[in-house]
């Protein structure tokens, strides 16, 4: 069964940085487009960034533009989040996805396969 492990959460200051990660059991991932979702206390789960799978294409959330960014190294079967200039709103659990669809698709939120998330907290 595909597993999809996050790393790379904890607690930063407001204006620090951090760099998620998602490691897929398994190489045939690489031919799918994975991404990113949230879900802050109390909120529903929210869209951040997908990368198609040759990572060539990146389509981001409007509150992730110009401060997160989302790479991959297919030969590590990996997906890394970088986030800059993080504060407050940008609590919540980061969780990793991956679907044979790419860009506003992911939005609906209905993709193959979920990581178990992992917590981000921002210190004000």
């Known amino acids: 069964q595909v597993q999809l492990v996050e790393s790379g959460g904890g607690l930063v200051q407001a204006g620090g940085s951090l760099r998620l990660s998602c490691t897929a059991s398994e190489r045939s991932l690489s031919n799918y487009a994975m991404g990113w979702f949230r879900q802050a206390p109390g909120q529903e789960r929210e869209f951040v960034a997908v990368i198609n799978w040759s990572g060539d294409r990146t389509y981001y959330a409007d509150s992730a533009k110009g401060r997160f960014t989302i790479s991959r190294d297919n030969a590590e079967n990996t997906v890394y989040l970088r986030m800059n200039s993080l504060n407050a709103e940008d609590t919540a659990v980061y969780f990793c996805?991956?679907?044979?669809?790419?860009?506003?698709?992911?939005?609906?939120?209905?993709?193959?396969?979920w990581g178990k998330g992992t917590l981000v907290t921002v210190s004000s």
């Open positions: 996805a991956a679907d044979s669809s790419y860009g506003s698709s992911w939005y609906r939120g209905y993709m193959y396969y």
